[in-house]
């Protein structure tokens, strides 16, 4: 208890130390005012807080918290019924008749960045290679549509798998030197390259126009069979409505779900495993880490391609803005968040992601502070995410399921 | 000519303040292995304590008479703040992930890294605060062409008095053996007493001060600070340590310096727009093909 109350004591040195100096002071142009409410206000909330962790701990006795095992394992089988895939398929295929635009826009923006949550989830969650430029890829999805579009007129079903593989090639060409290394170093360089790619579409002014951006990108279009006068004609038929974009990104983010699943469980989802988990041990039993690295860098790319076609096909404009460090750390956030490896995971934390800030209007501009300060929360106390991929909770978790496994006994 | 001799002025400035940011990422990675992507963020709430403190002075009219009294106390500030934000930072985001995974922890060190940036945004807003540099002499020199301003050798002198003094710290002091000890072997140096989070947590501290003295001088050499200035320098100065051999201090000074140079010459000659890019080509090409650095030690598995 005394030895409680002196850590909360150093705790409200610290915040005051930490909050009056930055929040107290108004720097005007030529004026400087002092303004204590604020951080006092802040730092008494802080307090209050802390008092109660305080005496909660004291009425409890200081008996040591025993840290159990979450017994939500599976929790994505357990909701895995035909009726619920039945119910879920009908909510999403039904959107666009009942749901209004603003809404219809914000699911259209969840499944951009489920399929970018995937495709990151892809290097990420299963190889455990931390990428920080992901972003870039997006952008050279993105670009290589808004490019062929605009300059030859290619269409967008054309120009998507173009995109795949113009991203797939720039993850190749930046994957190739820096794979080779292990660990942490992969993070700054990919940091670094996602920064050159938007340097670069800033700059090069004569093919990507440069900050201005390139205007006047065509939406999607399909042939639709249409009768007239008896004969038989295909209209083409400009996809530029929300609706009609609504089925083009829910088809991309199936496909993109079906393929991560499919690949997870599959030999080479395993060789990642096992790369994440000790590289050494898994070129030792024959896996060539760095193709399938490579691989792993690639699929990623693929996926942050179509998600990138879709975006400058879905706003018909693109310019390096949209391409900063933030969004690579956003979708990096909806996979911590959701859970690194779990798919229904990443696609609840994505639905999170978008659609809180939405709700939360007026609390928009705490957003990125909560995203960084979540991030961290997540990675102490629930490293598993929201909805834990079963082969990843047990190993974050394996010596408290064998403690409780042993108190059962 | 002279525009030779000024972009190296230039560089070395530039330089001398990326060696003092790049000290602190290869302390820290020397002893815990972590890419400490908070660096930069402790970077700029030294560049914002300075200018807070600054403005304070200049407000009840200090400034005037003192100038140079209020830079010390400006410096002092930043450093004692930056000092505590780093212990918090530690304490909070670090500490209760030792012995977890590298993946984890870099993860984390991003999450700080966003909440610090926005925390000041929120505090002190997204425009740019300007520091009162004309309360200051403006004087320059000439030598050979490239005009000096006393400024830039205020800069250059300062932090070359810290890397002195950071020197005899590590080298001199029983808490630099502490940390020594400490980053080469955590296990033996424990069974010897030393204890190991409180090295640790020192070793942020003196990271963070130098960091802070880097802000306040970026802040009295562009005349500003913004609340997101630490995420480029701060990869510079990162590329800087790795360059020069990641957990070695001296390396950590000269891969500054390199860095400074190539981007200011780069600028001047090559193209101004690139400037940003030249660095993280840089780290890449060292990566590559020599990951340990200029004057890097042997570096075994677990580190690269």
Known sequence: MRKDLLRWLVFVVWALVLLVPMMAPKLGFDTFELDFARPMKLVGMLALAGLCVVAYRAVRGGKEHKVRAPRNFGIAEKLSTPWAWAAAGVLTLSLPFWADNYTLDIAINVLIYITLGLGLNVVVGLAGLLDLGYIAFYAVGAYTYALLNTIYGVPFWLALPAGCVISAGAGAFIGYPTLKMRGDYLAIVTLGFGEIVRIVLNNWDNVTQGPNGVLGIKAPGIYIPEITDGSLDFVYFYMNKLPSLYYVILLIAIVTIIGVQRIDTSRIGRAWVSIREDETAAELTGIQTLRYKMLAYMMGAVFAGLAGAFYAAKVRYVNPSSFVFLESALVLCIVVLGGMGSIPGIILGAAAIIVLPEVFRELELYRLLAFGGAMTAMVIFRPEGLIPARRRQLELHIEETFADEDDDA | ?304
């Not at chain 2, 301003?149 to 630099?176: C, D, E, K, P, W």
């Open chain 2, 1 to 304: 000519m002279d525009i030779f001799l000024q972009q190296l002025v230039n560089g070395l400035t530039l330089g001398a303040v990326y060696a003092l940011i790049a000290l602190g990422y290869t302390m820290v990675y020397g002893i815990i292995q972590l890419i400490n992507f908070a660096h930069g963020e402790i970077f700029a709430a030294g560049g914002y304590i300075g200018v807070i403190t600054l403005a304070y002075l200049n407000h009840i009219g200090v400034l005037e008479q003192y100038p140079m009294l209020g830079l010390v106390l400006a410096f002092a500030m930043a450093m004692v703040y930056c000092a505590f934000l780093a212990v918090a930072i530690e304490r909070v985001a670090y500490r209760p992930l030792r012995g977890a995974s590298r993946l984890a922890l870099l993860l984390s060190a991003l999450g700080m890294s966003i909440f610090v940036s926005n925390g000041m945004m929120l505090a002190q807003g997204v425009y740019d605060k300007a520091y009162p540099i004309y309360m200051f002499p403006q004087e320059s020199i000439e030598v050979g062409g490239a005009i000096i301003s006393h400024m830039q050798i205020y800069i250059f002198i300062v932090a070359i008095l810290l890397m002195v003094g950071l020197n005899f710290f590590i080298n001199h002091t029983r808490l630099g053996k502490a940390m020594r000890a400490t980053a080469q072997d955590k296990t033996v140096s424990a069974l010897l007493g030393i204890n190991a989070n409180r090295t640790i947590t020192i070793t942020f501290v003196v990271g963070a001060m130098l960091a802070a003295a880097a802000g306040v001088m970026v802040g009295m050499y562009y005349g500003s600070v913004r609340f997101d200035m630490g995420f480029v320098p701060g990869i510079k100065a990162f590329a800087a340590a790795v360059l020069g051999g990641i957990g070695n201090l001296y390396g950590a000074m000269i891969g500054g310096m390199i860095i400074g140079m190539v981007e200011v010459f780069a600028a001047g000659y090559l193209a101004s727009e690139y400037k940003d890019v030249f660095a993280f080509v840089i780290l890449i090409a060292v990566l590559y093909f020599r990951p340990t650095g200029i004057m890097g030690e042997q570096v075994d598995d677990t580190r690269v």
